[in-house]
């Protein structure tokens, strides 16, 4: 949901002559995702919703409760 509505955004700005037509990206190159719901962190793990706990390789601060979670794996 959330990519289509980043999408349509894009195409507003750019019929409104705010900003230039969206560039499609290659899938695979720096992909992201948006999260929408409760997480869980703990010491290098994230908790998703449906899909459970998730080690990380970097160590996250305990206890935090995020309020919205965009992630870019720069891979």
């Given amino acids: 949901m959330d990519a289509l509505r980043h999408l349509s955004n894009a195409w507003k700005r750019c ?21 929408d719901g ?19 390789y970097e160590i996250l601060p305990d206890n935090v409760t995020p309020c919205g979670c965009n992630y870019n794996s720069g891979i």
């Fill in 15 to 35: 019929f409104s002559k705010v900003s230039g037509v969206p560039k499609f990206k290659k899938k695979g190159k720096d992909d992201g995702f948006t999260l």
């Fill in 38 to 56: 409760s997480i869980t962190v703990g010491f290098n793990h994230i908790k998703l919703p449906r899909i459970g706990w998730i080690k990380t």
